[in-house]
Nanobody, 123 residues
Framework: QVQLVESGGGLVTAGGSLRLSCAAS????????MGWFRQAPGKEREFVAR????????DYVDSVKGRFTISRDNAKNTMYLQMNSLKPEDTAVYYC????????????????WGHGTQVTVSS
């Protein structure tokens, strides 16, 4: 079993920055692909970014490329999402998730989930 706890969400004005953290416990952290997802009110949960177990490979949804950076510190069992140049459309609950070998970026490909942290971007 893997436990995930997100933190770092909050209210920020457009153009601002936030850094989300996801603390993991329960298994060998470096063996797992980690991902960030988000869900806005009335919308389906969507992929935001993912990072390989070693941290050497990353992928992003087009809408956040150049603004968000995913990273991980395997010594601390923690993953991060640095979010810059935030826009009102980034408002959502942000979730971290993990799986040993997700076959896609769809949420259904990830087994373990945190409870989410709210990010609100005001205009």
């Amino acid at each position: 079993q893997v436990q995930l706890v997100e933190s770092g969400g909050g209210l920020v004005t457009a153009g601002g920055s936030l850094r989300l953290s996801c603390a993991a416990s329960g298994r060998t952290f470096s063996n797992y692909v980690m991902g960030w997802f988000r869900q806005a009110p009335g919308k389906e949960r969507e992929f935001v970014a993912r990072i390989s177990g070693s941290g050497s490979s990353t992928d992003y949804v087009d809408s956040v490329k150049g603004r968000f950076t995913i990273s991980r510190d395997n010594a601390k069992n923690t993953m991060y999402l640095q979010m810059n140049s935030l826009k009102p459309e980034d408002t959502a609950v942000y979730y971290c998730a993990t799986d040993r070998a997700p076959i896609s970026d769809h949420p259904s490909a990830f087994t373990y989930w945190g409870h989410g942290t709210q990010v609100t971007v005001s205009s």
